[in-house]
């Protein structure tokens, strides 16, 4: 069974200490964002991506998105981001905006699922931002759900979906946004969306035409 740490009741340090260590010895913790509750686990840790497919019972064949707390954390991951990237990211970012574009080499092609890009967002949520500071690279953002299952906006339904799979579950109550993050996928200087979310379509409506 999941161990359930309430972030309220805790001291910011110990948490992040306690969920860093677990994270960089190849675990999957699940943590509450600024949208849902999502896996957080070292990218480029083989191992602890396997256990991300195992822990959803998804399939190889999708990718993972990676949580970031900077603009330049996510340029260093892409590979020659287009200038719409550029301004997207500082009209939604952070938010709930995942933008998709080609991956830079030192992302490892299970991540990207052997398609050459990755999805990367800057969440609004400040705890994500310190334990990504603490962990001193970025994160998977998948989440917290069995793949044929709806997401989870509290600790109790990620425990009840997934509480025998992970070592700790994160409790920060119930997140903000009721919907994922919307994903848009960009197309050089192009783009479109692949998965309405949080951000609107009329919002969006004059990058992408």
């Known amino acids: 069974m999941a161990e359930i740490l309430k972030l309220d009741n805790s001291p910011l340090a110990y948490v992040l200490e306690y969920a860093v260590r677990l994270i960089l010895c190849g675990k999957v913790v699940a943590i509450p964002t600024d949208t849902i509750y ?7 840790n083989l191992a602890a991506i396997s ?13 993972l998105p ?52 990755v999805g990367l967002r800057w969440p609004q949520a400040p705890f ?12 998977t953002g998948t989440s917290a759900n069995l793949s044929d299952m709806s997401s989870c906006s509290t600790a109790d339904e990620v425990d009840c979906q997934l509480g025998d799979a992970v070592p700790l579950i994160l409790d920060g109550g119930l997140t903000r946004g009721v919907l994922a993050s919307t994903v848009v996928e960009l197309l050089g200087e192009r783009g479109r969306i692949v998965r309405p979310g ?10 992408l035409d």
């Open 51 to 63: 256990e991300i497919f195992r822990i959803k019972r998804r399939t190889a064949d999708r990718p």
């Open 128 to 139: 994500v931002s310190a334990l990504i500071a603490a962990a001193g690279r970025p994160l």
């Open 38 to 44: 999502g896996l957080a686990a070292d990218p480029f």
């Open 198 to 207: 949080a951000i609107s379509e009329s919002e969006l409506k004059e990058f």
């Open 66 to 117: 990676l949580l970031v707390d900077s603009l330049e954390q996510a340029v260093d991951l892409a590979n020659h981001p287009p200038e719409l990237f550029f301004k997207l990211a500082r009209q939604f970012w952070p938010g709930p905006l995942t933008l998709v574009v080609p991956a830079s080499r030192q992302i490892p092609l299970k991540v990207t699922a052997n398609t050459g890009k």
